[in-house]
């Protein structure tokens, strides 16, 4: 960086701007409202009110009736969409992952009791089999266990149709298949949905923090395995570029990087690249971190919330995917 000006000691003292409150507030250069939330939001198909998830303390499974509940909590916060994640009985899994395509499953069922409650509320869906699959993969397995490209993503084109149907304002393919961008775009155009949005999880990586979505959604016992030949390697930033490029060329209209900070440096990179609507994942093992300290007394759980949350904003997201929306939002208010 290049300052063209002075910036030597005494004429400039920058802890002068950092002096009081006002002019903290005054010279912030980012900020979080609750329009950068996106609520991450976890239904089952029972009747049980709010179940816990142990592994994410405050976090809790619904029931449609609450998420509805929610849905309209989410409109008076300004919370603007909803990203939701289904629970479903291990009884109705199966290989192929069929209960995905039930257009009376739970999926479809939580999005339109979710729009009548909060019509004003976008709902996201995730398009990916792993809720769905006894293997808890997130596509088609062969017999060795391989997840196939190319029938795989047959079987989300139809997923999706179905979440589109149902009302669902935007799909969100989070199965790292190569082209399913392109052909669920195609689907959607061919089936009149020309307005339903796609946020691909266009930088997806196969990651350690997603350990308590995991129970979360009830596919922790099930899989078999890991997701590396999918999901992508840590290890990697430039493929970060090309899997979002790609996801764009096939029509994706808002992409997400996933997990969120440990990855900050690839939200970074893609949204200065390629200027289209970014979004942070703050995943399941993210939100486990901070309120597993926070319980210990170790950090200031609200605080470092918050703080993260803001990071995000700093790296140049357009919005953060988080299962703090609801705290957030209510401590912005
Ligand atoms: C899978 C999916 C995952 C998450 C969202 N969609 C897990 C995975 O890829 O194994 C993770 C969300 C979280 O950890 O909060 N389609």
Known sequence: MNIPFNQSFPATRLRRLRQAGWIRALTAENTLTPSDLIWSMVVHDGNEPKIPVEAMPGMNRLNVAEAAAAAKRASQLGIP????FPHINPAVKDEEGSESLNPDGLVPTA?????????DVGIIC???LDPFTSHGHDGLIDETGYVLNDETSAVLIEQALVQAEAGADVVAPSDMMDGRIGAIRAALEDAGHINT??????AKYASGFYGPYREAIGSATALIGDKKTYQQNPANTDEALREVAMDIEEGADMVMVKPGLPYLDIVRRVSETFKIPTY?????????MIQAAAQNGWIDGERVMMETLLSFKRAGASGIITYFAETAAQKLA
Request: hydrophobic share 60%; aromatic share 10%.
């Open 197 to 202: 949005l796609i946020l691909s999880y266009a």
């Open 111 to 119: 999005i339109k009791a979710m729009k009548d409650a909060a019509p």
């Open 126 to 128: 995730d398009v990916a």
């Open 280 to 288: 942070a994942f703050q995943v399941s093992g993210e939100y486990a």
């Open 81 to 84: 969409a909803i990203a939701i």
